[in-house]
């Protein structure tokens, strides 16, 4: 890729796409080199049937995928509607002879790249590549027996996606919080070919805790966009992960005098179902277990 200057000091806003294969670990060392082969031509090809030169993008190879950044001078619209439509059919003629189906995760988003000798970096590229090996995509990939899931980010989807275009429909596109090592982040996704797709039974996003610490907390998402665009569905994601978290823990009971403590010192809660049954269960500290009769300072 041709650049006025390969400055790693210095940022270019570019789309990047990262392209991973579903279940790469599952191909033999023999088996590796055709899935490498089929990848390239898949999106090689389409490269072609968009009018978008080899030349004028930036690919890295990643073993089980390649990893691409394109410059602003291409049309960021032309990648995701007509190529993303051409890596769908080429992937799909691949597939026909092939016993095992090749899946392929793919993500985008646009932010600063910095290019070196070696190849790009930034939290761009990061973003799009927690992206395309989010829970939630590979999952869509399995459960829907789809070819192909793309994913974009949040901003992606609000700048471009949202205004619509040629092969693009964002009323295709679902939203989903994920909780990645960074933190907790927005995206959408596609299937190409497809409505939009139900997220909702989508298990939790589980990033790697660090040593020594809890795990993160999982965050799901609801199953599509509801109407009135990107805010309210994030609006609307909030509440259902809300309401998830009232209806799995005890709700703690607000005292008189709001002190958080009741008339003995001790912190009082309210659990659903039947606390009689306390059999091999351990206690960091004294409790007491029973229940408040219709007499509210009577305990049984």
């Known amino acids: 890729m041709e650049h006025d200057a390969l400055d790693a000091g210095e940022a270019r806003y570019e789309l990047v796409i990262s392209v991973d294969a579903r279940r790469s670990g599952q191909y033999s060392d023999a088996e590796k080199p055709r899935m490498r082969e089929r990848i390239y031509r898949v999106l090689e090809t389409a490269f072609a049937q968009a009018g978008v ?18 410059p602003g001078r291409i049309a960021v619209t032309r990648l995701l509607g007509l190529w993303m439509v051409e890596v769908h059919e080429n992937l799909r003629e691949e597939n026909r002879s092939l016993l095992v189906p090749l899946g392929l995760r793919v993500a985008m988003h646009v932010g600063p790249v910095r290019h070196d000798s070696r190849g790009i970096s930034g939290r761009a590229v990061d973003l799009t590549c927690r992206l395309a090996d989010s829970a939630v995509a590979r999952q869509l990939l ?3 027996r789809a070819d192909l899931v793309l994913a974009v980010s949040d901003s992606l989807y609000v700048d471009v996606v949202s205004a619509g275009g ?24 596609h299937l190409p070919g497809r409505p939009a797709p139900d997220i909702g039974p989508i298990a939790p996003e589980e990033p790697s805790a660090p040593v020594g610490g809890p795990p993160a907390a999982p965050v799901g998402g609801p199953p599509a966009a509801p109407v009135g665009g990107p805010e309210a569905a994030l609006a609307a994601m909030d509440a259902a992960l809300a309401a998830r978290a009232a209806a799995a823990a005890g709700r703690r009971v607000d005292d008189s005098d709001g002190d958080g403590d009741d008339e003995d010192g001790a912190d009082r809660y309210r659990a659903q179902g039947d606390l009689s049954v306390h059999r091999n269960n351990v206690y960091q500290q004294p409790v007491h277990i ?8 009577r305990r049984d």
Do not use: C, N, Q, Y
Request: proline share 4%; hydrophobic share 40%; glycine share 12%.
């Open 290 to 297: 029973g229940r408040v009769t219709g007499d509210s300072h």
């Open 53 to 70: 030169g080899r030349d004028a993008v930036h690919m890295e190879d990643r073993g089980d995928g390649v990893l691409v950044s394109v």
């Open 166 to 189: 040629k092969f693009i429909e964002p009323a295709r596109f679902s939203p989903a919080r994920l909780a990645l090592k960074e933190g907790e982040v927005s995206a959408w996704f």
């Open 142 to 144: 399995d459960r829907e």
